[in-house]
């Protein structure tokens, strides 16, 4: 198996683009990411994306892409794992080139949310779960989130304000983020007074709503740089639909396996990941992630959060550029924003965020109640 | 690169299943690849499927029609390129297997399309092409191959009744297929007699609105059987995406270039082809596909058609099970039924249609106006 080199990352500011269509959005990013390495001619794209038809009437995305870059003829297309379509995406360009089928491979996320009103964007979302059963009662993702929200404060007696300490770090991380969606820092107390939008959860412990595109170029082991970030592994893994349909719901079984599998085929332990992107949609999915992955013990995801153990300066520094809380949630967009945040702390681009000395990243993404997970491990070389 | 073997087949009727969910004709066909080979879990679930968010509210298809299946923990994604979602599914899970990322693949088609009205159904097709500029409009995809029609009798003085030759071969194999949407032959007559849709198209021109899925099992060389049938290539290729912006809007340059392709990794010619599935969604894409390919010279795909060149005694046995236009066209699944029906010919079980001691068989899946195109070679050892 070759070597796959994350050679560069172009993204669009996280938030409202009333002016800017699904395609330029996805066009600007993948421009950045292009510009260094204009003597490329990526071999496949391949679009992440959740609901492009919802949002703008439009499919087709990897041609349509392709061709807006001047790069008629190549394999395109779209992947979608609801809100793991990005990492997806870059697991199977990962793949296509450690296995020698591509040498090069752009891979473009992009979300256009803020075009539907809030029930199209809840129906939108919903659609990672069950249309039969769990969308039929009236669950909404949501409400969903939040029964394992009151699932999780009782059965570890977790507190507001533990709960709390995840959005917390992701907007003081995002006030220094200059694509994040908020930037504006918060305390316990304003997520605590914050609108309740589906008991307990507030509506400063949900990831909002924006728009975004992000995009990487993967290259086999060509580009010659001291610094290059290298993928060491990405795996992906599912879990039994349903949420309700699981015996033990508070273990993230997904993302469980997935981390176990990357890092041992990455060859690291907890304690070398020195940099860490976590799919916190929900205060209590940032929780139940770091729980999984093995971070933090059973029940103390929360509380390790209120210690600062994922404070930018803490032992695991987390959601360094704001995290989908602070950055912004641009779902099929987020997986590849994760990518482009390590890759700015490993190549010690990080400015006011960087992470001092990091070697490896990590990032997680979920799609669904940790339905699919995939966690991809980074390393400067 | 390894050997990769299609190891079995699955896929429902085509046509109105208004008891069944998409999950359930996901589910139904995939059940039928599996059954010979209860011993084989798969590697990977790829869903191809371009608009289930649309008719059923419905994405995360990869997740959740692994979890129904008991597949639970397995990478699962869907794959989306409009009507060449089948096709590139397939070159995907073609790709993993052959280098060696994946040992088995089941790689499963599916639409839900008579859910839809016909406003909503014509507006989901229309994703295929630009929300910007073409659906802007008012542009159907109905109405774009309309003008491509016009253009091509008018450019290469095809009468009516060689436009029609394409529908009639379709319905006449759909007669004998048991999986076909319309088991009923038409004549050249019926054809021009029918309703006019959008000039010069008549409603038997199109290729119908209908439900189904198809499941394809692939298998490293791992099945041993002496008449296992083989994929020796599959390419993708793309083209300028929308029809007004090429220059010659007659040439299907993705179907031209994937085929070129796929016939020189393969090895072969177009005399050594022995049975060959087309995507006719319209009788003018019929035509123009067999030109881009080889088989006819440009202008006279149809008029060959009509002198029988692709009838099922032909010197090209096409749409053997009726194509899109008899078996029907669930968009998402349609180029999963073009493998199906290219492995029951090169296993000898195509019953009343079978194309006698064929070797050699093609399949050609578009997305768009041969915006996306994939072009496999299968051949029986």
Redesign the interface.
């Given at each position: 198996m070759g070597r796959v080199i994350v050679a560069s990352v172009g993204y669009t500011k996280v938030g409202d683009h009333w002016d800017k269509?699904i395609?330029d959005l996805a066009v600007e990013a993948s421009k950045k990411a292009l510009k260094p390495y204009s003597n490329i001619k990526p071999d496949v794209v391949i679009v992440a994306n959740?609901?492009s038809?919802?949002s703008?009437?439009?499919?087709?995305?990897?041609?349509?892409l392709?061709?807006?870059l001047n790069?008629?003829?190549?394999?395109?297309?779209?992947?979608?794992?609801?809100c793991a379509?990005g990492g997806?995406a870059f697991?199977?360009g990962y793949?296509?080139i450690r296995?020698?089928?591509a040498d090069t491979a752009l891979i473009v996320g992009v979300e256009k949310m803020r075009d539907l009103d809030v029930p199209e964007v809840s129906?939108?979302l919903?659609?990672?779960?069950?249309?039969?059963y769990t969308?039929f009662i009236g669950a909404t993702f949501l409400s969903l989130n939040a029964m394992l929200a009151r699932l999780y404060q009782e059965t570890y007696n977790v507190t507001r304000e533990e709960l709390s300490a995840f959005p917390v770090i992701a907007h003081q991380n995002a006030t220094t983020a200059e694509h994040a969606q908020f930037r504006k820092a918060i305390n316990v107390d304003d997520v605590a007074r914050s609108p309740l939008v589906s008991d307990p959860l507030r509506l400063l412990d949900c990831a909002p709503i924006g728009d975004g595109a992000a995009a990487i170029l993967l290259t086999s082991d060509r580009v010659d740089e001291e610094d290059e970030v290298e993928v060491l592994s990405s795996k992906?893994?599912?879990?039994?639909?349903?949420l309700y349909e699981r015996e033990d719901m508070l273990t993230f079984s997904?993302t469980k396996?997935a981390a176990s599998k990357a890092f041992s085929e990455a060859g690291i332990s907890l304690s070398d990941v020195d940099v860490l992107e976590i799919h916190d949609a929900f205060s209590v999915t940032a929780a139940l992630s770091v729980e999984a992955m093995g971070f933090s013990k059973p029940g103390e995801g929360a509380k390790d959060a209120a210690a600062g153990v994922y404070s930018l300066k803490g032992r695991h520094p987390a959601l360094t550029f704001g995290g989908l809380k602070g950055r912004g949630h641009p779902v099929g967009a987020t997986g590849l924003y994760q990518i482009a945040e390590l890759w700015l702390q490993l190549k010690g681009r990080g400015g006011l965020n960087q992470v001092d000395g990091c070697r490896i990243g990590v990032a997680q993404n979920i799609?669904?109640v940790d339905?699919?997970s995939v966690v991809t491990v980074l390393a400067r070389r």
């Open positions: 269509s395609l959740m609901f038809g919802q703008s009437k439009q499919e087709h995305l990897g041609a349509l392709a061709s807006a790069l008629v003829g190549i394999p395109a297309f779209k992947i979608e794992a609801a379509s997806v697991n199977v793949r296509m296995s020698g089928e129906l939108a919903s659609m990672a779960e069950s249309a039969e969308q992906i893994s599912t879990n039994i639909f349903s997904a396996e799609g669904g339905t699919t």
